[in-house]
């Protein structure tokens, strides 16, 4: 049987990555589909970086 493809645009577990940072709401639509996580920033948000260590973070703590 031919395994299905997975109609996404972008597919991080294919290439061993666990989180996909973005700004597209819409990629968190497809993570939340094809259950890979993603953490998604606001264009507006000047403490991106923050953001991300801190939802990082919060990712390794549920994984454990």
């Known amino acids: 049987m031919r395994e299905q493809s997975k109609r996404t645009s972008k597919y991080p577990p294919a290439f061993n990555i666990d989180v996909h940072i973005d700004d597209s709401f819409g990629l968190k ?29 919060s990712y390794s703590r549920h994984r454990i």
Not at 33 to 47: L, S, V
Request: glycine share 6%; hydrophobic share 35%.
């Open 29 to 57: 639509i497809e993570g939340d589909r094809y259950n890979f996580a993603t953490i998604i920033i606001k264009e507006d948000d000047d403490g991106w970086q923050k953001t991300v260590l801190e939802r990082l973070q």
